[in-house]
């Protein structure tokens, strides 16, 4: 059995609580307190979480453009030095190898943000495809990312910095922002349906800038959070995990992420005609949600049924810690997924009613 890899944080994690797992080979805090504290923390205040063990993937040269065009479904076309885009990485028959974040740091220089239990592979797909006039790096080992979220989370980072955060946009960034004399890539994103910003520093910088962060944020309610925070958030806000609401065999128009699949581009995508089919007739199957009618939490991989058939299965499930109902995200059959039309979810051995609802289930009210 091979050693968990760690992040920079790890030293610390103990020194806050954390109690940590196994997550795609990583040793990471799944929680520091509770899973519902550091999630309702996030909703009213603010949260800091490691997430180090992203991948971040650096590709240049003259012809990243084109390369990246065809590597990815988005317009990369549409981004300039200073935006950010998220965009998804597909097959030929449109099933998901990664999806993930393009920055434009300069001309012909950009960096991909991908998911850590995906890395190797995107290396070898990244490769796979490359043109003469592109090289390709893995950055990650060198950088550390944490993430600050949450309605506070802007004025907390504040204190920290000159720059004036309230100018950087939603998926926008400053790649020379300097927080308590740290240098760090400050991107207005994340993964909780709340407003905050990435950070991206020099890993051996991560201890110092979590424990200033922390420190700073005390009087206005920041906390470490792990792993099933930073699920149930994104699980609300319906932000797909890979593996779970994406896979090889689920394409982005079926996950419901169609707004990042571009099928008019000058350069086609690979999986292009697939996905551009699926958007025109629909696809076979969607990703909806779904609440529950009867008692029961619809977890991952449940099956769901109606008309005495299998039509699906629940991609992710939880008791929402917002809205304190038995939610799950579902990929069914498209003639099921209609606002209303109930279905039934196996538990245990028992099948449970269940109806299809709007999503996201949390939307944040825009001030």
């Not at 209303?340 to 009613?353: A, L, Q, W």
């Amino acid at each position: 059995m091979s050693e968990l890899q760690r992040t920079p944080l790890y030293p610390v994690y103990a020194r806050y609580g954390a109690k940590t797992i196994d997550f795609a080979g990583w040793e990471l805090p799944v929680q520091f307190t509770s899973i519902t504290q550091e999630h309702e923390a996030v909703r009213t205040r603010a949260g800091l979480f490691d997430v180090s063990h992203m991948g971040e993937v650096e590709v240049k040269g003259k012809g990243a453009l084109a390369y990246l065009q065809r590597l990815t479904t988005n317009d990369v076309g549409k981004l300039v030095p200073g935006r950010a885009q998220y965009s998804v990485m597909c097959y030929p028959d449109g099933g998901t190898v990664d999806d993930l974040v393009v920055y434009q740091l300069a001309e012909d220089h950009y960096w991909l943000v991908v998911n850590a239990a995906n890395l190797a592979k995107d290396l070898a797909w990244l490769n796979q495809h490359r043109t003469e006039d592109v090289t390709i790096a893995n950055l990650s080992p060198k950088i550390a990312q944490l993430a600050i979220q949450g309605p506070r989370a802007e004025a907390i980072l504040q204190r920290l910095t000159e720059c004036d955060l309230s100018q950087i946009g939603f998926f926008h960034f400053r790649a020379d922002v300097r927080l308590a004399g740290i240098a760090a890539l400050v991107s207005r994103s994340g993964y909780t349906g709340e407003d905050g910003f990435e950070l991206y520093v020099q890993a051996d910088q991560a201890v110092s800038l979590w424990e200033k962060l922390l420190a700073c944020g005390e009087a206005d309610g920041l906390v470490p959070c792990g792993l099933g925070a930073r699920d149930t958030l994104r699980f609300e806000a319906k932000l797909p995990l890979y593996g779970q609401e994406l896979s090889e065999t689920i394409t982005p128009i079926e996950a419901g992420i169609g707004f990042a699949v571009k099928t008019d581009k000058a350069v086609p995508c690979i999986g292009c005609e697939v996905l551009k089919q699926q958007k025109e007739a629909g696809p076979p199957r969607k990703l909806v949600g779904i609440e529950m009618l009867e008692r029961g939490i619809p977890r991952t991989a449940y099956p769901v049924y109606a008309d005495g058939k299998r039509i699906g299965a629940v991609t992710t499930g939880t008791q929402s810690p917002t809205l304190k109902k038995s939610l799950g995200l579902a990929l069914l059959d498209a003639a099921y997924t209609a606002l209303d039309t109930v279905v039934e979810v196996e538990i245990r051995g028992s099948r449970r009613r269940a109806k299809v609802v709007p999503t996201p289930f949390y939307k944040r009210a825009k001030t």
